[in-house]
Structures are given as structure tokens and as C-alpha cells.
């Protein structure tokens, strides 16, 4: 049998860890744990995640009618449960503000693929939502076109949600977003991000398959692995646009003179390979021009 106040104890703690994160300042972000199949503890209104004790928290039901508990449940309820039906294996929910993917959320732009091993294996993809007003159905009905393929979520223009089988399991791929996110904006402050080769990208992906995690670009067919494709056809919809970060596109392009298909460039770092045939295009031009006067 499940141990309540042991559950109740452990959102404590990982809403103390949200708060000395930075993850939920003053009373923001909400934590949740399925404990039956119409019972789940959730965090109350309007007090800071780190300063909760057990007896604070409330019990709502399935359709998010309070139960139990002396303080209001969130306001944000409904978002937890909608995850929680998609996916029934889920127990725990966890919605913040950490301050870097909050950043992603804001620009909307995507998160870029294939630099770092442990986001590869461990996160893949990460979806942005449409924005919608915190709070009611139609915001927590905007996660569901993702919530099958991602087991975290960007809310554009508010924060992230995550979701596993336990409260920590929940919170650990905020933060390993929020420490991807960050490096990220360092990276492209020194002025450029190495990609990996495809090979290398293929190699992850065998091996989080290899460890049992699933990722939509092994079964997807013509994914351009390291561009984002798993989500982009949501991006006329939620305003997601690659702007900071272009990534390497390993697609196939205009024919060689054999009719096969030639493999586009490698990989380059925010489109300066590019950038540098363009120039260069243009200078042979103009040397072409002067030589012949």
C-alpha cells in the first residue's frame, strides 16, 4: 500500500528544490502525484514550493473537484490531470518556471538536437506548445498533441511541464532541460555550436533504444534527425520559429548526374557554412565580371 504521508513528503522536498533552483519563485509552479485511480495529491494555491509541509497539500479527484485538504488546490489542477489521462502510467506531474527554458518558451524557439549525449538519450525532442491562459481545460488541452511523444513540455510563454512514475523521475527532465537550455545560451555566446555528424546522432538513438527509452525519430520515416522535424508541423500553430540556433540537415537534395540523390552538406554551426559559400559565390561572380573587361 502506498505510503501518503511518505508521498507528501517527497513533494515537500522536491518543491524545496524548485524554489532553491529557481525553478518557482514566490508561490509559482505545482506539483502532483496519482495515488489511486480517482485520488491525486497536488499542491495548494498560493504558497511557495519551498516552504510547504505535508499537511498542506490537498487531494483532488480526476476531475479535479477538491477532496481533501484545508488550502485550495492549484489553480493549474487541470493541466496534471489531462497528462495523467493521455497517460495513465504516469504518476507524478511536475509544472514550474525554470528560468532558461522559460527563455525558450518566450522566444518559442525550438530546442535545438544533437549537441549534447545525455539530452539526446535522456530528452530527444522537445515540444513548445500554443499559449493559452493558465488555468482552465482549453490550457490544459493544449499539451495533448505532444504528450505522447515527449515526457517533458515547453508552455509558450509560461514555463515547462514534466511527467513520470515517480515525483523525482518528474522533476529530473525539468532540470535536465533548464542545464541544456543554459548551456545552450553560453555556447552560442562564444560565437558558435558544433553539431554532431549523422552517424554520431544515429549512434545515440541506437543506444537509447539499446536502453529501453523511446524517441518518435527511430520509427518516424524522412526525419531530418537533427532538425527538429518530430514537432515543426505544430509550428504554424504555436509561433515556433528557428531563429538563434540553425541546425546541420542531413536530407538528401538536387540529384547528381546519375539521378541518385546526393547528401546535403554536413553539419554547420548556425548556418556560417552557408553563409561562407554565399560570400565566396558572390566574390567569384565579381573577380569573373572584372577579368573579363
Given amino acids: 500500500m502506498l505510503n501518503v504521508h511518505k508521498l507528501k513528503q517527497e513533494i515537500c522536498e522536491i518543491g524545496d528544490r524548485l524554489y532553491k533552483k529557481g525553478f518557482a519563485a514566490a508561490n509559482d509552479g505545482n506539483i502532483s502525484y496519482r495515488i489511486s485511480e480517482r485520488e491525486v495529491l497536488c499542491?495548494?494555491?498560493?504558497?511557495?514550493?519551498?516552504?510547504?509541509?505535508?499537511?498542506?497539500?490537498?487531494?483532488?479527484?480526476?476531475?479535479?473537484?477538491?477532496?481533501?485538504?484545508?488550502?485550495k488546490r492549484t489553480s493549474e489542477i487541470m493541466l496534471h490531470l489531462a497528462i495523467m489521462k493521455e497517460r495513465p502510467e504516469v504518476k507524478s506531474v511536475?509544472?514550474?518556471?525554470?528560468?532558461?527554458?522559460?527563455?525558450?518558451?518566450?522566444?518559442?524557439?525550438?530546442i535545438p538536437q544533437?549537441?549534447?549525449?545525455?539530452?539526446?538519450?535522456?530528452?530527444?525532442?522537445v515540444p513548445i506548445t500554443k499559449y493559452c491562459t493558465p488555468g482552465d481545460k482549453a490550457f490544459a488541452d493544449t499539451i495533448l498533441p505532444f504528450v505522447h511523444k515527449s515526457n517533458v513540455i515547453i508552455l509558450?510563454?509560461?514555463?515547462?511541464?514534466?511527467?513520470?512514475?515517480?515525483v523525482e523521475k518528474a522533476y529530473w527532465w525539468t532540470e535536465i532541460l533548464d542545464a541544456y537550455c543554459r548551456i545552450l545560451m553560453l555556447a552560442r555566446g562564444l560565437g558558435r555550436i558544433n553539431y554532431f555528424t549523422e552517424p554520431e546522432a544515429r549512434d545515440l538513438l541506437n543506444l537509447k533504444q539499446k536502453w529501453g527509452f523511446e524517441d518518435p525519430r527511430i520509427?518516424?520515416?524522412?526525419?531530418?534527425?537533427?532538425?527538429?522535424?518530430?514537432?515543426?508541423?505544430?509550428?504554424?500553430?504555436?509561433?515556433?520559429?528557428?531563429?538563434?540556433?540553425?541546425?546541420?540537415s542531413f536530407r538528401t537534395v538536387k540529384p547528381n548526374n546519375n539521378g541518385t540523390p546526393a547528401p546535403a552538406a554536413g553539419p554547420s554551426s548556425n548556418g556560417s557554412d552557408d553563409l561562407e559559400a554565399l560570400v565566396q559565390a558572390v566574390t567569384d561572380r565579381v573577380m569573373a565580371a572584372l577579368n573579363g573587361r
Fill in 43 to 71: 499542491t495548494p494555491t498560493m504558497i511557495s514550493k519551498g516552504f510547504m509541509k505535508p499537511d498542506d497539500l490537498c487531494m483532488v479527484d480526476m476531475d479535479g473537484k477538491q477532496i481533501a485538504g484545508h488550502r
Fill in 94 to 110: 511536475v509544472h514550474c518556471h525554470p528560468p532558461h527554458a522559460t527563455a525558450f518558451a518566450v522566444a518559442r524557439e525550438p
Fill in 114 to 125: 544533437c549537441i549534447l549525449p545525455e539530452v539526446e538519450v535522456f530528452l530527444g525532442d
Fill in 156 to 166: 509558450a510563454n509560461h514555463g515547462t511541464v514534466s511527467f513520470g512514475e515517480t
Fill in 219 to 248: 520509427e518516424a520515416k524522412n526525419c531530418d534527425i537533427c532538425a527538429n522535424d518530430i514537432f515543426r508541423e505544430s509550428w504554424k500553430q504555436t509561433g515556433v520559429e528557428q531563429v538563434a540556433f540553425q541546425p546541420p
